[in-house]
């Protein structure tokens, strides 16, 4: 289930940082694709969307809040940056943004 609500966003989520109105309505449309119901009039949630963001290990389906998915991913961007002094994409962004090379 995981694989397939999450993995389509992860790449932008990994790379954009996103406003929060733009995560919820990432958030509803998961909601909605696991609670559509088969017929008209209200629909009943039978596990409560807490539940299913928690982790699998706590019995949930570890699909998360996407606003802090999204900040952890690119913060990941900036703990790499240090690291990997040779790679192409710190080279562009270092151009870009015309940063020193302390190497």
């Known amino acids: 289930m995981q694989s397939v609500l999450s993995s389509i966003p992860i790449y932008f989520l990994s790379i954009f940082r996103i406003p ?12 909605d694709f696991l609670w559509v119901g088969s017929g008209e009039g209200k629909k009943d949630h039978l596990v ?3 539940v299913v963001s928690r982790s699998k290990r706590q019995g949930g389906l570890a699909l998360g809040y996407i606003q802090k998915r999204n900040i ?9 940056f ?4 040779d790679s192409l994409w710190q080279i562009i962004i270092k151009s870009k943004y015309r940063l020193q090379n302390n190497g």
Do not use: F, G, Q
Request: hydrophobic share 50%.
């Open 20 to 31: 929060s109105k733009v995560a919820h309505m990432i958030e509803k449309i998961m909601r």
């Open 82 to 85: 240090p690291l990997e002094s």
């Open 48 to 50: 409560s969307w807490d």
């Open 72 to 80: 952890a991913l690119t913060a990941n961007w900036l703990w790499r």
